[in-house]
């Protein structure tokens, strides 16, 4: 299956470059941490104690150390610099961290008293938890490069007895390398199935640099990632530009198609509307006829016409619509039109009512009635044969 082309927004940041030292160069002790501190603290206190067992002053030492947050102790290594040589602490430059080869192997998850062995060409490193929280004891012995399995093998046998009981033994043979986390709030090691997690701030604790060399890379390292995010912002803001011009174009194209058809399809549409048009007029004034005289009779009649009020004309026509009558009249009671219009406007076949009520004198007056009633509620009166 092919990955999404969108996998890498997901992704976490690609593996830090890291400088492995070797384990024997390094000496370990497991110091007690004060509960409930913060990481500032922690740290304060783990110097502290360091410097009260190390055989040399701090600014004369390579060191780190690993803590868990809520943790009671503290796992701390450290070396001589003058160990190392020049051209080593050099080519320290480009490195994200640089530690101890077991170190890489402190933030697995394992159950109280587990022991990691590491098998490398320099030797074997034993990793031993007495509690899950935090490796108590790191031992390690040393290996001539043409070390027989044998030696190797009677080796591992003395780290088991010297490093104490162990209820489960893990062997790592191959080394832990660094692998992409799944985001940029970790590190992550791996050697096949055997994996080891760290904060990103408990990994800075275990570079055994400068502390004031890192603290200025580890700002450089906020900036870049940063940086980085801003990137991948801009890449996927740029990839759904890219998409939405696509699409706008495809819609460009798709709606002048239409409009095409549309323009092409109009004379056609134009004359079979008109033919549709034409064609019900014509049944209309075939099938359908004014109907003055019932009309007529349906304002006449003598419960709703006052006798104070007069018809002078009545009149209709296919112009003012089918349905439509049109009444001039007059009233000796000014009063009686509106009680006429509104005994019309009860009727179930009248639609609208229009009066205009035209020059009084005394309380007589004439008005208009532009009376519109109901498509086929006026049906025609029934033929009297002779």
Not at 45 to 60: C, M, N, R, T, Y
Not at 136 to 158: F, I, M
Not at 178 to 187: H, K, L, Q, Y
Not at 235 to 263: M, P, Y
């Amino acid at each position: 299956m092919c990955a999404s082309p969108l996998s890498f927004l997901r992704a976490g940041p690609p593996p830090p470059k890291v400088a492995f030292l070797p384990d024997a160069l390094f000496f370990t002790r497991a110091v007690p941490v004060a509960a409930g501190v913060t990481s500032a603290e922690a740290a304060a206190q783990i110097e502290l104690a360091l410097e009260s067992v190390a055989p040399f002053p701090l600014a004369q030492l390579y060191y780190g150390w690993c803590w868990t947050p809520g943790a009671e102790e503290a796992l701390v290594f450290a070396a001589y610099r003058r160990r190392f040589t020049t051209e080593q602490t050099a080519a320290w430059a480009e490195a994200e961290l640089v530690l101890p080869a077991f170190v890489a192997v402190l933030g697995a998850q394992v159950v109280p008293a587990t022991t990691v062995v590491l098998n490398s060409a320099e030797g074997l490193t034993a990793v031993h938890w007495e509690k899950s929280s935090a490796p108590a004891r790191v031992l390690c012995r040393p290996l001539a490069p043409d070390a027989t399995p044998e030696q190797r093998a009677q080796s591992r046998d003395e780290l088991l007895r010297a490093i104490g009981e162990s209820k489960k033994v893990i062997d790592v043979d191959s080394p832990v390398l660094p692998e992409t986390a799944a985001s940029d709030r970790e590190v992550a090691f791996r050697a096949g199935d055997f994996v080891s997690r760290f904060s990103t701030g408990g990994a800075a604790a275990l570079d055994v640099r400068d502390k004031a060399e890192l603290a200025a890379r580890r700002g450089a390292r906020q900036r870049d990632l940063l940086l980085w995010r801003l990137a991948l912002g801009c890449a996927a803001a740029l990839l759904l530009l890219v998409v939405g011009e696509i699409a706008l174009f495809g819609g460009k194209k798709w709606n002048d198609t239409r409009l095409a058809k549309v323009r092409a399809q109009k004379p056609t549409v134009d004359k079979i509307m008109s033919a549709q048009s034409l064609a019900l007029r014509i049944e209309e004034l075939a099938t359908k006829r004014l109907l003055p005289f019932e009309m007529i009779e349906v304002l006449l009649d003598e419960d709703r016409l006052p006798p104070e009020i007069q018809f002078t004309r009545v009149f209709t026509s296919t112009q003012t619509g089918l349905h439509t009558l049109k009444v001039e009249a007059k009233s000796t009671n000014v009063g009686q039109i509106g009680v006429y219009e509104a005994k019309l406007r009860t009727l179930p076949m009248i639609q609208k009512i229009e009066t205009q009520i035209g020059p009084t004198v005394g309380n007589a007056a004439t008005f208009n009635l532009n009376v519109a009633f109901k498509p086929d509620m006026i049906k025609p009166a029934e033929s009297v044969a002779p």
